[in-house]
């Protein structure tokens, strides 16, 4: 499967580091095992408002 961590409207990397971080925490605090390395997803086109785009930061994981 795969767990999501949304990150604010305004992505900067020390905001993804610690959303990752946090998601990372979350994952194994839920007894879940990252089966590979986290990743930024955008989902919204450059002339998105910025008060409209979602971005995400995403793991894959399987059940420890």
Excluded: K
Aim: glycine share 4%; with cysteine.
């Amino acid at each position: 499967g795969v767990q999501t961590c949304a990150l604010p409207i305004c992505w900067s990397e020390a905001s993804y580091d610690a959303h990752r971080a946090s998601l990372l925490r979350d994952v194994a605090a839920a007894g879940l095992a990252v089966t590979g390395s986290p990743r930024f997803a955008r989902f919204n086109p450059p002339f998105t408002p910025w008060f409209l785009r979602r971005n995400e930061v995403h793991v894959d994981v399987r059940d420890a």
